[in-house]
């Protein structure tokens, strides 16, 4: 055997100190250890629609806008209104005169594009904020005031979308939730005669009750069966849909007298209170709505079940590990955005329309999703959102009043947000924004092997 060295006095002392790790993978060492049960994967739900940090406290609201996805999200509306601003202006008869000499008076054709835009983008801030030409102080906030009446039951059922996309489950029968919130709401307004105040209640507590069913009975069928909740809640959509068009044609939902489906009006003990008089349709779901927001935003981040709920949607495996009853945890977000989108159904039957159509959902449940990708599935940003869509739909009309621009360039416009809400690197790319590249892992280890050789 050779003969072993002998070790110097204080060589432990001079020993090269173990070689740091890159942060990256630090960190997923980390990551395997706080889930017990691996790193964590990526969600079933887009990252487009995923927000926030799950063991942190939330960023502020300052930050969340100029910073990363909720800049993005700025990007996208404006980008989207510069190409709507376009497809305006290639329609306008004075931007089409003056292409004929572009070359030689291209300053003609560039002002007439951009008056034909900024005309119409006026007429539509005019007919959804501020109209200076209204008679009065009163009719001049008329147009803020439709806004937010058509903005309530976005927002509501935005929520619902986006409470279960942090669950990481997509919730597409808003829709359905709505008319069967619609139906139980619209019943108890015209088929029973209470005293105010506790008919009103028992109106909001059906609709609620009727949109947590219809989505609970989604979250069960997975729970239970794991079907896919996107084939399930279209297909309830269609349920629903349904039902409400055969209820409207029997005799117990049917205005007496009257051919076509729709029901009795309302009791007047059973909608809900104008909140600035009767010369806005503005009411107290809006309130409402404003509530569910905080709501929202307090189960989310500051309560236990809000923390399973993000745990789920980011990883059910390691939820399940950690102790987590996912099952549980998924019957009872469908169940929360059920009932979140059957605000909306009681804001439509008791707030604006005070009647049931079998047009009471209109397209409500699916601008939702677009309003909870645009908010990025955070509460706040999702009642943001819903106030923009709100103000095309109020706008729209006023828009083809004035200039004549047709009301489909406002969803054409929403559907090239969703498609830049879809694709950041686009919006990054169009304007600039590169993300920051993070450093080759060869080179931050080499650059941490020298660090240390020089402490050493």
């Given amino acids: 055997m050779p003969d072993e060295q002998p070790q110097e006095p204080g060589a432990e002392q001079h020993r090269k100190p173990r070689e740091p790790k890159p942060a990256a993978e ?60 376009l497809l305006i202006a290639s329609t306008d008869e004075r931007v089409g005169a003056t292409s004929s000499y572009l070359f030689a008076r291209p300053t003609d054709f560039l002002t007439a594009v951009w008056n034909a835009a900024t005309r119409s983008y006026i007429a539509l801030f005019q007919g959804s904020v501020f109209n200076p030409r209204g008679a009065g102080l009163a009719m001049q906030f008329a147009p803020l005031m439709e806004t937010l009446t058509i903005a309530t039951p ?30 139980l709401a619209a019943w108890v307004g015209f088929a029973l005669h209470l005293p105010i105040g506790l008919h009103l209640l028992l109106v909001l ?54 051919s076509n489906p729709i029901s009795p009006i309302l009791d007047p003990s059973a909608v809900y209170p104008q909140i600035f008089g009767t010369q806005y349709r503005l009411h107290l779901g809006f309130i409402l709505a404003i509530a569910a ?47 979140l989108a059957g605000m909306s159904g009681v804001a439509q039957v008791a707030g604006t329309e005070k009647v049931l159509t079998d047009g009471v959902a209109a397209t409500y449940g699916f601008d939702a999703i677009t309003v909870a990708l645009l908010g990025r599935s955070t509460p706040w940003g999702t009642f943001a959102a819903g106030l923009l869509f709100g103000a095309f739909r109020a706008g729209a009309v006023q828009m083809q009043i004035q200039t004549g621009t047709p009301i489909d360039i406002v969803l054409v416009v929403q559907s090239l947000i969703v498609l830049f809400i879809a694709a950041p690197p686009l919006v990054r790319a169009v304007f600039g924004l590169n993300p920051r ?5 060869k080179a931050a280890k080499s650059q941490q092997a020298a660090t240390t050789g020089g402490a050493a």
């Fill in 26 to 85: 630090e960190a997923a060492a980390v990551a395997a250890v706080d889930t017990a049960g691996g790193a964590i994967g990526p969600s079933a739900v887009p990252a487009t629609a995923q927000s926030g940090k799950l063991p942190g406290a939330p960023d502020s609201l300052a930050r969340s806008i100029f910073t990363g996805s909720g800049m993005v999200s700025v990007l996208s509306v404006l980008l989207a209104l510069l190409i709507g601003g």
């Fill in 154 to 183: 976005l927002i509501t059922a935005g929520l619902g979308v986006a409470l279960a996309f942090r669950a990481g489950l997509f919730n597409i029968g808003a829709q359905g939730q709505i008319i069967m919130a619609g139906i």
């Fill in 205 to 258: 507590v059906a609709g609620i009750v009727g949109g947590a069913i219809w989505g609970g009975m989604v979250g069960l069928l997975k729970a239970r069966t794991g079907a896919h909740e996107v084939i399930l809640t279209i297909m309830f959509n269609y349920i629903a849909l349904y039902y409400l068009r055969y209820l409207l044609n029997t005799p117990a939902f049917q205005r007496p007298g009257e």
């Fill in 293 to 339: 927001t905080v709501l929202v935003w307090w189960l989310l981040n500051r309560s236990t079940v809000g923390f399973e709920f993000r745990a789920v949607g980011a990883n059910p495996k390691a939820a399940q590990t950690a102790g987590i009853n996912v099952p549980r945890s998924t019957i009872l977000v469908m169940a929360i955005a059920g009932a």
């Fill in 437 to 441: 590249r993070r450093k080759p892992a």
